[in-house]
């Protein structure tokens, strides 16, 4: 069993911050990579965010409408993603869906540990930027 549990939505004035948080539990056995994606009425969902996990240290990627005021983190042992939004306007109103890319386990009962590669998604949590 694997849970994707988000949170920190609200409203919000322009000029304003809001951090959001997605935190990933169960028989996680690696994550390859955890984001944020947004989607308003009548649009596409769009990647907003998102940190690809390296040996080598975290590379975060950021959509240009929000590089410069948004800040991606992670807390691996957590398997918790952040993301400050500073600077908020009223276009980035969405509903915000945390993402991640992980290998999960799954052992049986006297037998052989298996991976298997899923994609998980949040429940998603509003973002209301409004005066």
């Known amino acids: 069993q694997v849970q994707v549990v988000e949170s920190g939505g609200g409203l919000v004035q322009p000029g304003g911050s809001l951090r959001l948080s997605c935190a990933i539990s169960g028989a996680i056995y690696t994550v390859n990579a955890m984001g944020w994606y947004r989607q308003s009425p009548g649009q596409q969902r769009e990647l907003v965010a998102q940190?690809?996990?390296?040996?080598?240290?975290?590379?975060?990627n950021y959509a240009d409408s929000v590089k410069g005021r948004f800040t991606i983190s992670r807390d691996a042992p957590k398997n918790t993603v952040y993301l400050q939004m500073n600077s908020l306007k009223p276009e980035d109103t969405a509903v915000y869906y945390c993402n991640a890319e992980v290998m999960i386990t799954d052992t049986g009962e006297g037998g052989p540990t298996l991976y298997k590669y899923r994609e998980l998604w949040g429940q998603g949590t509003l973002v209301t930027v409004s005066s």
């Open positions: 940190i690809i996990t390296d040996p080598n240290g975290d590379s975060p």
